[in-house]
């Protein structure tokens, strides 16, 4: 079975940090663009930060430029989104998504074949 599954999320403090992981089971993350995607109540999905599948490239929303970071580590098939200072505005339900795109990542979340279930960020003091 081909599935994407997230961890990490929790509650943090605002200026904290979390690292949330995306590994893949039943494929190789190495031929597929990996996107961070957030949804907060009340708003649409949005990307936060993507990376090519041979790395080179990567993109990330201005919202969170200087704070996030994001990875991959093809020994363990999975992908990390570093979370740093974060905000309250930062809250939502965090996604990772794969697409077949060589060499580069785009946040046009029509592009993603592969979805995981989730996993809930919360910044609150």
């Known amino acids: 079975q081909l599935q994407l599954v997230e961890s990490g999320g929790g509650l943090v403090q605002p200026g904290g940090s979390l690292r949330l992981s995306c590994a893949a089971s039943?494929?190789?993350?190495?031929?597929?663009?990996i996107t961070w995607f957030r949804q907060a109540p009340g708003r649409e999905r949005e990307g936060v930060s993507c990376?090519?599948?041979?790395?080179?490239?990567?993109n990330t929303v201005d919202s969170v430029k200087g704070r996030f970071n994001i990875s991959r580590d093809k020994a363990k098939n999975t992908i990390y989104l570093q979370m740093n200072s974060l905000k309250p505005e930062d809250t939502a339900v965090y996604y990772c998504a794969a697409a077949p795109l060589p060499g580069i990542c785009r946040f046009y979340d029509g592009l993603y074949d592969y979805w995981g279930q989730g996993t809930q960020v919360t910044v609150s003091s």
């Open positions: 039943g494929f190789t993350l190495d031929y597929y663009a």
């Open positions: 990376i090519s599948s041979d790395g080179e490239n990567t």
